[in-house]
Each structure stands twice: as structure tokens, then as C-alpha cells.
């Protein structure tokens, strides 16, 4: 089973639209950490957020904004005013068991029209 | 400046040779791992090592091989009996084989089989 769903593969927004990326996650752990990382062209992953189980809060840095709820298992991922620059993949990870494993979404490839 | 280096950033390579992909950190972490990603498919595991001197097989170990002598290197070679190595390799580190803070990531290799 899929750990962690990322449902749409691709997005297309045109510049200053708001988007949001989906993340749903599957454990039986009650204590867990969530990530988004970010995928430009060059390939490496830069890390975007981290959030622990217990953290419900949603969390806004600048354009991005996060939203965290146990309840429907889901930590989707907001780009508000999208720039040209937030053309990228974004992945969406889950590390359980205390760190010893970490699962991957397939990731969502978002491009950003001028 | 701490982190992943890895090289070469491109790599081609004739049908029946081995190549070997490059990751070195500078960052102390404990942990390091090798993932391969192809399109739509995310990344998948290849193998990963929480101390020097022991590595484990990730998803997709079959045709690759490792070693970690070191703590800073952990070199993956491609072998000849893995049948379709082209794709893009990550290498990434964690502290203390733990992905509770996640994982830093270099930039990339990719290879390609010609």
C-alpha cells in the first residue's frame, strides 16, 4: 500500500494564481513527521517544511502555506501568487517508526505559465 | 559550506560496463542512501548504510552495489547486470540514520546508457 498519495501528477496554473498540492498519508504510528520537498529543473530536492504529528498548527513561510490535519490524514501544500520561479516537483514524504523508515510520494510536477 | 557533493553530474555509459556514482558529505551525518528516480515514478530506494561498514538493500538493489569505508563517501556502482540503469541517481544523508529531520540531498547524477 501507498504511504503517501500524491494524486495529481501535473499542474498547470498561470502566473499569480493560487495553487494548492495534495498530500494524503497513511500510519499506524502515532508519532510521525511530514515533509515537503521541492524538485527544480537542476534535480536536486530542496527542503520546504517539516512537521510533526503533534503540531497540528498550519504553518505559513511567505507565499507558502501548509495544512495539517490528522483527522483526514492529509499535509497539502499552498503557493499563493505562484511565480514562474515555483515551476518545479514537489514531494511529499512521511518518516515513521522513529525515523527508521521514510516513504515518498510519486510527486506532483507543477509549471507555472508566464 | 556543508553538504552533498555528487559527481559526475552526467554520465554515460556503454551496455555492459560498470560506472560508479560518486557521494561524498561533509555534513557528519551517520546516514547516507541512494535513490533512483525515474519519470512519474518518484524516487525508490537503491541501498542505504547507518554506519560505516554496513549497508542495507533498499526496494531496488538488484545490479547495484555499495560501500561505505568511510563516513563522508558512499559510492554506488552501477553494474552491467542491472538492464535499464538509465535514470537520474540521487544520494542523500540524514543524521544518526534517522529521518526525523529529514533528509539532505546532492544534486544529482544522471546516467544514461548509450
Known amino acids: 500500500a501507498q504511504k503517501v498519495t500524491q494524486a495529481q501528477t501535473e499542474i498547470s496554473v498561470v502566473e499569480k494564481e493560487d495553487v494548492t498540492l495534495d498530500c494524503v498519508y497513511e500510519?499506524?504510528?502515532?508519532?510521525?513527521?511530514l515533509f515537503w520537498y521541492k524538485q527544480p529543473p537542476s534535480g536536486e530536492l530542496v527542503f520546504l517544511i517539516r512537521r510533526n504529528s503533534f503540531d497540528e498548527q498550519n504553518e505559513i513561510s511567505g507565499r507558502y502555506s501548509w495544512n495539517f490535519q490528522k483527522s483526514t490524514s492529509s499535509f497539502n501544500f499552498t503557493i499563493t501568487a505562484s511565480q514562474v520561479v515555483d515551476s518545479a516537483v514537489y514531494f511529499c514524504?512521511?518518516?515513521?517508526?522513529?525515523?527508521?523508515?521514510?516513504?515518498f510520494g510519486t510527486g506532483t510536477s507543477l509549471t507555472v505559465i508566464p | 559550506d556543508g553538504g552533498i557533493t555528487q559527481s559526475p553530474k552526467y554520465l554515460f555509459r556503454k551496455e555492459g560496463q560498470n560506472v560508479t556514482l560518486s557521494c561524498e558529505q561533509n555534513l557528519n551525518h551517520d546516514a547516507m542512501y541512494w535513490y533512483r528516480q525515474d519519470p512519474g515514478q518518484g524516487l525508490r530506494l537503491i541501498y542505504y548504510s547507518q554506519i560505516v561498514n554496513d549497508f542495507q538493500k533498499g526496494d531496488i538493489a538488484e545490479g547495484y552495489s555499495v560501500s561505505r569505508e568511510k563516513k563522508e563517501s558512499f559510492p554506488l556502482t552501477v553494474t552491467s547486470a542491472q538492464k535499464n540503469p538509465t535514470a537520474f541517481y540521487l544520494c542523500a544523508s540524514s543524521i544518526a540514520g534517522s529521518g526525523v529531520y529529514g533528509y539532505t540531498f546532492g544534486s544529482g547524477t544522471r546516467l544514461t546508457v548509450v
Open positions: 500510519t499506524r504510528d502515532t508519532t510521525y513527521y
Open positions: 514524504a512521511l518518516s515513521e517508526n522513529f525515523g527508521n523508515q521514510f516513504y
